[in-house]
């Protein structure tokens, strides 16, 4: 079955300093691949996508992800973080077929940053 | 370019009423999708419509339905509404083929 496993629930990080956010997944295929951020009571944001090529993919607001397949992980990294990155962050896996019909989310990893 | 606009922002219903959730995608996006957010159960898909016919189903019970129409809106209904009901509602579009998808800010439906 497919299902995605975000391993932390809140990480706290100092404005400056180094983030990564851990995202495993479970799929038969090569996935497409995820990550969104969403502001308290706010819908979500696309931060980046992997569908193909090169593993290492950059996104918005600084943040990229690598794509591992031996490890089954899509880890999101940003060099030095913001207060305004605070946010919760959705790594998410889509289902192939014919173009991917749904994504399937993980429970999401709660960011705090001190100032 | 407008992005995905969902209405109402707030809905407050009763148990056993019926809730109407409204969603326009961004303009040429073709396929919408509703997902349900609750809490202490994450984002879980809900609906695919694509060119107006309903293409895919989550694991939620029949009383949520909805439809798309020709303009490639959507509607989620929600009938016999349960306590558990009670959820952000988020609307997604997407253009034919492997985009990705562009949510809207929601719809949060509160039952008591």
């Known amino acids: 079955a497919q299902s995605v496993t975000q391993p932390d629930i809140h990480i706290t990080v100092s404005e400056g300093a180094s983030l990564e956010l851990r995202c495993n997944y479970s799929?038969?295929?090569?996935?497409?691949l995820f990550w969104y951020v969403q502001s308290p009571g706010q819908g979500l944001q696309l931060l980046l996508k992997?569908?193909?090529?090169?593993?290492l993919v950059q996104g918005i607001k600084g943040f990229e992800a690598e794509f591992k397949r031996s490890q089954s992980s899509f880890n999101l990294r940003k060099p030095s973080v913001h207060w305004s990155d605070a946010a919760e962050y959705f790594c998410?896996?889509?289902?192939?077929?014919?173009?991917?019909?749904?994504?399937?989310f993980g429970a999401g990893t709660r960011l705090a940053v001190h100032p | 370019e407008a992005g995905v606009t969902q209405s109402p922002t707030h809905l407050i219903k009763t148990r056993g009423q019926q809730a109407t959730l409204r969603c326009s995608p961004i303009?040429?996006?073709?396929?919408v999708y509703w997902y349900q957010q609750a809490l202490g159960l994450g984002l879980q898909f809900l609906l695919w419509y694509d060119e107006g016919e309903e293409r895919n189903r989550g694991n939620f019970p029949p009383r949520f339905s909805g439809r798309q129409f020709p303009n490639y809106s959507s509607e989620l209904n929600v009938n016999a509404l349960e306590l558990e009901d009670s959820a952000l509602y988020l609307c997604?579009?997407?253009?034919?083929?492997?985009?990705?998808?562009?949510f809207g800010p929601g719809t949060r439906l509160t039952v008591l």
């Open positions: 992997y569908f193909s090529g090169d593993t």
């Open positions: 303009s040429g996006h073709t396929s």
């Open positions: 799929y038969g295929a090569t996935p497409y």
């Open positions: 997604a579009s997407r253009y034919r083929g492997d985009g990705e998808q562009f």
């Open positions: 998410a896996v889509g289902a192939i077929s014919g173009g991917y019909n749904k994504l399937i």
